[in-house]
């Protein structure tokens, strides 16, 4: 009867864009990229050139929205397009099926988590990025999750979820502390609620929101919930 998201994107695309201008895009007239070293911006301009980026239009948005973009291009050179996701597939069938479709958090929501992050953290959460796209240590990690996912590997994703727990930098402390732990506690806490007042429903969350001693499915089960693996 309901299908659960983290977010529906094209529920209001005209809201989706205001919070990407509120939250990621530059505003006129700041220069964010002037503070880096020449030879960071130069690495920079390699990276994005790596996975055919534009330069100007990528420098429109905040350094967190720079590090997410490259994040998301290294995907899509393992062949991965974010049209083609799980959530988006679901979305559609829902709305063909006249399925009412309910989100777990907003775009909004979440965008505003990064506004947590000065301008020195960002930078340097870009820079970590780079250096992992460099070092290749990016696309290891990209493949080690691709292929735990595919063969619903547990351990491989646990090995991920570890490697990611015990990283001492910028950019994993704030994915592990606050878009993984914090945010599974909302979404276990709506997913409880639904299904005391729905009779059938189907939620779908990021695969690493899966893991993990504070992940959502162990959250549930310290609410009381049967939560039963099935692949």
Same mark, same amino acid.
């Not at 909004?108 to 953290?121: E, I, K, P, S, V």
């Not at 950019?171 to 878009?179: G, H, I, Y």
């Given at each position: ?6 977010v ?11 919070a990407?201008?509120?939250h990621?895009? @530059? ?9 880096m070293?020449p ?8 990276a994005?050139?790596? @996975? ?11 350094p ?7 994040a ?20 559609r ?12 958090e ?38 080690d ?35 993984l ?9 709506k997913?409880?609620?639904?299904l005391?007042r ?11 929101h899966l893991?993990?001693k ?12 049967? @939560?039963?693996? @099935?692949?």
């Amino acid at each position: 009867s309901v299908l659960a998201l983290e977010v529906d994107i094209e529920r209001d695309l005209p809201e989706t864009m205001r919070a990407m201008q509120r939250h990621a895009q @530059v505003a006129p007239g700041n220069d964010v990229y002037g503070a880096m070293a020449p030879a960071s911006r130069e690495r920079l301009r390699r990276a994005l050139r790596r @996975v055919s980026i534009d330069e100007a239009s990528a420098l429109a948005f905040k350094p967190w929205m720079v590090s997410t973009l490259l994040a998301v291009a290294e995907f899509g050179r393992h062949g991965f397009r974010p049209e083609l996701s799980v959530d988006s597939y679901l979305a559609r069938t829902a709305r063909a099926k006249k399925v009412r479709i309910e989100e777990l958090e907003s775009v909004g929501g979440q965008l505003a988590l990064f506004d947590r992050l000065n301008m020195d953290a960002q930078r340097q959460m870009l820079e970590e990025t780079v250096d992992a796209l460099e070092s290749g240590k990016q696309d290891k990690e990209v493949r080690d999750m691709i292929a735990a996912w595919k063969n619903a590997d547990r351990q491989g994703l646990e090995r991920v979820l570890a490697t990611l727990e015990n990283e001492d930098t910028k950019t994993a402390r704030f994915f592990r502390d606050v878009l993984l732990n914090e945010r599974n506690v909302g979404m276990a806490d709506k997913l409880a609620a639904l299904l005391a007042r729905e009779k059938s429903s189907v939620a779908a969350v990021g695969v690493l929101h899966l893991l993990g001693k504070r992940g959502v499915p162990e959250l549930m089960r310290a609410k009381g919930i049967k @939560v039963e693996r @099935v692949y």
